[in-house]
């Protein structure tokens, strides 16, 4: 810990890379955990592919909307309220999020970079506009409930989720960001996430490629490369909050010791 909140307090460019596991103590349920993640559960392949949407649209739109309900009933937790101090405490913070949540935002993450889309950003799946106005109010959907989508109001199409599923691109300009902001950096936080889907896999590799510092924050230890690489286990609310403090209070040490 001490390590990292030194490296944090020394650095010019932090990117902090987030998944999953940043919102689970939100109560928002990871992919890949034993027993609580939705890959778990459910099978992707007819939930998260647009051959899974084509096929019925009803179940996956239900789906998401369940999903959405969970969202709009959670809390950012203390590992989103970290980084926001965080990005106070350093002079440059990059945000690089997989979730399709808004809880960084909630927390007051300004520009965070969403590199599987938004659960809150649903676009018309044939003419690709986006739809605004979707219920805020969620209190029905129910895990397993089907839903018809709504219709564009422009072509008629079918509306679909803001996120990206898989065989899709990524947003092209967010994983542009998302790569520079890597490749410049000086140490990169991977919080949350098992690192298994690509492209987004790929960031904390560059940012160790291009010579930067990287540290997994994750419940379960994270096999290490080198020297530049370090793995902190335990919970992202406790450990980025116990960092948060640690750099605040090296701060307030070498401010009132002027040398
Ligand atoms: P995963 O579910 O694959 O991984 C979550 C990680 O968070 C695991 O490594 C857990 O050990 C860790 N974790 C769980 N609770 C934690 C906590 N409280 N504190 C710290 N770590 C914790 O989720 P992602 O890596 O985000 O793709 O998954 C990547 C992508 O796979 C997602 O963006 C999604 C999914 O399919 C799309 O939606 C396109």
Redesign the pocket.
Known sequence: MQAVAEALRTARHVVVF?????S??SGIP????ALT???QRFD?AEL?TPEAFRRDPALVWGWYEWRRARVLAAQPNP?HRAIVELAGLVPRLTLVT???DDLHERAGSGGAIH???SLHAPRCFACARPITGLAADLREPQEGRRIDPPRCAHCGGPVRPG????G?ELPTQALEQAFDAAQSCDLLLS???????YP??QIPRLALQAGARVVH????P?EVGGAREMSLV????E?LAALVERVKAADGASHSHPS
């Open positions: 987030t998944g999953a596991g940043v689970a103590e990871t992919f890949r955990d993640g939705l890959w992707p998260a590992a997989q979730n399709v590199l599987h889309g996120v990206v599923w898989f899709e919080v949350g996430t098992s690192g298994v889907v987004a896999a924050v994750n419940m379960q994270v335990g919970a992202a609310g450990l």
